[in-house]
């Protein structure tokens, strides 16, 4: 009989949990046992898994005994904490937040990208930044036929990377403003509807904000090209679901327009809609619920030799977190990783 795992999903009531439970149900993955954790706040709450409702227990030291694999969305600070508590139990750790991708012990993983990275997993994984993943799902076909010179990427992210108050603070300034009320913003620093924010993350001393150093950080990490030039500017729109990006992209070699579309017609995880004929190109609305990194508006830059510019979108929480982290999950158990207590060193 195949195995089944038992798995824990911290951060269970919240935007990504949420959707974590819904992938992992989707996917069928062989789960024994699903376990939701939460804040005090939430335990004893009901959250859907499927047909069923599982109950929310409170995220504790000792909530990982006998578990195999834990998936953490639970934030930056609760992962640093919790995170090794789980790996000290022996399962195996896949994080959403930022607080491990950038520690040498934690391979930083795109399954179509870099899978070979976790046979060197050490009890904790980093699932990449939403705006981070969809990037390098397509920039890694480009690399590989044509090598990669710099990236200069502006992105459009959704409320809901915000998490569920983001969601909630668009829904109700649209109300208001659509009944002639005053607006109020405790989410985000000025109203999001029907405005623009170039401002994701905090601001740090070099004037980019962190967001935009995630996406430099992390795709160099996950390309293993520690010196490769990348540029961020990283912007909230009033949209729900769906990141979009627009992405210069300068080859070492010529690729043509053309046989970048084909490129990435074949490449695993994306789709290619791109006919402006037809006004057809990504758009955030037929991204969302869907897990293929859509890709189109090809074009040469022609203020450059070897240029390219295109237009990425994929739906932030499934490609961008919980699919992502599911996939992750899924080549664990195809490598047999899940569980290898001698190879987990935050397990001392
Ligand atoms: P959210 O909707 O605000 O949900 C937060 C979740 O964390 C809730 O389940 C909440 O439980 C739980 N939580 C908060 N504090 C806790 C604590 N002290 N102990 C246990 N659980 C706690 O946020 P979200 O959008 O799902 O994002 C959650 C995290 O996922 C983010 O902070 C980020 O690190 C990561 N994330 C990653 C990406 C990515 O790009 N890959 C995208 C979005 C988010 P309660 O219901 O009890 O409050
Ligand atoms: O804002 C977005 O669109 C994505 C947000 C991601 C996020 C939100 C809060 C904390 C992160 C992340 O994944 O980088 C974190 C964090 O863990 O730092």
Redesign the pocket.
């Known amino acids: 009989m195949d195995k089944k795992y038992k798995v824990a999903v911290a951060g269970a009531t919240g935007a990504v949990g949420r959707e974590m439970l819904k992938t992992l149900y989707e996917r069928n993955f062989p789960v024994s046992e699903v376990i939701p954790l939460a804040s005090a706040r939430s335990a004893g709450n009901a959250v859907p898994f499927g047909d069923e409702e599982l109950t929310v227990r409170e995220l504790k030291e000792d909530s990982f005994a006998g578990i195999d694999l834990a998936l953490f969305s639970a934030?930056?600070s609760v992962?640093e904490k919790f995170a090794p508590c789980a790996a000290h139990s022996g399962c195996v750790v896949i994080d959403?937040?930022?607080?491990w991708?950038m520690d040498p012990r934690c391979p930083l993983v795109v399954p179509e990208v870099n899978a070979q990275a976790l046979r060197d997993q050490k009890g904790i994984i980093a699932n990449p930044?939403?705006?981070t993943i969809q990037m390098v799902v397509v920039l890694k076909p480009i690399l590989d036929a044509a090598g990669l010179e710099r990236v200069v990427v502006s992105t459009y992210?959704?409320v809901?990377?915000?998490?569920q108050k983001?969601i909630e603070e668009l829904e109700r300034q649209v109300r208001d403003l659509f009944n002639g009320r005053d607006t109020e913003n405790s989410v985000y620093p000025h109203r999001i509807a029907f405005n623009i924010l170039p401002h994701?993350?905090v601001f740090l001393e070099n004037e980019y904000t962190?967001?935009e150093m995630?996406m430099v950080n992390e795709t160099r990490k996950i390309l293993s090209m520690p010196d490769l030039r990348v540029t961020a500017t990283?912007a909230?729109v009033p949209v729900f679901y769906g990141?979009s990006e627009s992405v210069n992209v300068e080859t070492a070699r010529k690729l043509t327009a053309r046989d970048c579309r084909a490129l990435l017609a074949r490449a695993p995880g994306v789709r290619v809609i791109d006919n402006p004929a037809e006004n057809l190109y990504p758009l955030a609305i037929d991204a969302a619920g869907e897990d293929d990194t859509f890709v189109g508006r090809i074009r040469e830059d022609e203020s450059i030799e070897n240029g390219l510019n295109m237009w990425i979108v994929a739906d932030?929480l499934r490609k961008?977190?919980a699919l992502n982290a599911v996939q992750i999950a899924e080549e664990l158990v195809k490598m047999d990783l899940v569980r290898v207590p001698d190879r987990n060193v935050f397990m001392d």
């Open positions: 934030g930056g992962s959403n937040s930022s607080a991708r930044n939403c705006s992210q959704a809901s990377g915000t998490g983001g994701i993350d962190r967001e995630k990283c909230r990141h932030n961008g977190a």
